[in-house]
């Protein structure tokens, strides 16, 4: 796997004028890798479900918008859950 970006600081300046960098926030990153067959049709049928109107980068962005969004609340200790059509909600348990 390849993971190049380019990166900037930012930094806070105290009363006396002193800067420090507070964190380095990356942009503009391109990344290469293996998928699996498996994965590129998740990743077409990502495509697919929304009408053709995003690329398969946008599917991976979202892809790990969500993730991160999922992972980020199953370790604040909260619960998933989905409403199905008939109006039963169900937990969606993810296994760490």
Do not use: W
């Not at 390849?2 to 930012?10: D, E, K």
């Not at 590129?40 to 991160?68: D, F, H, P, Y």
Request: hydrophobic share 40%.
């Amino acid at each position: 796997m390849y993971v190049g970006s380019s990166t900037h600081m930012v930094y806070d300046m105290n009363a006396a004028g002193i800067t420090a960098p507070i964190e380095t926030v990356y942009t503009n990153s391109r990344l290469s890798l293996r998928l699996s067959a498996q994965a590129v049709k998740a990743i077409n049928r990502i495509i697919s479900l929304s009408g053709g109107r995003i690329t398969a980068s946008e599917a991976v962005r979202r892809a790990i918008g969500t993730e991160l969004a999922r992972m980020e609340r199953q370790t604040n200790g909260e619960k998933l859950l989905v409403q199905k059509q008939n109006g039963e909600i169900r937990e969606l348990v993810f296994v760490r």
